[in-house]
């Protein structure tokens, strides 16, 4: 299996939400995250390409070009400093449902943070623009200091919550067809 794991935003170019408090950069806890999913995935045979870029054509089209079995993209969500909880936006396909359903779990269960659930997003230009089942998640609120600590003290696990969702997708989706 093939994972192309892409970081949100940009550490030059677009950090992304902000928690200005704390001194936190969605672009920078997004990196952080990825690299540690990567970690994870490679320790268990998966072939992984991570790239991070406010360039989204760009990023789709590596996506595509590296032929990745699945796109999962790392966030974090920004409200109004008191939105709470656990995210995963998917396209409107059964591939991608059952990815972000098998994400959402794990992270879920780690975080103990309110379940947002799964939202068709068909229309993100990330999840129209990849040939494969494409996720966006959103951990948590960086702009919630409670969501973001959480997030801080459970970052490692979280790491492991996501490569454990994105490993038994293929047995879900064998399962579904």
Known sequence: M???LNPGHDRLLDSGAVNAALNLRECDLAYELAEAVQAYLERNGVA??????DDLYAVCGQANAAEADVFVSLHFNAFNKRATGTETLISNTPQSLLLGHCIQANVKAVL???DRGLKERP?????????MPAVVVEVCFIDNDYDVRQYQCRADAVARAIATGIL????MARQAA
Do not use: C
Request: no cysteine; net charge positive; proline share 8%.
């Open 168 to 171: 038994q997708w293929p047995a």
């Open 123 to 131: 229309g993100l230009f990330v999840l129209r623009n990849t040939i």
């Open 48 to 53: 992984v390409v991570l790239g991070q870029s």
């Open 112 to 114: 103990n943070l309110p």
């Open 2 to 4: 093939k994972v192309y």
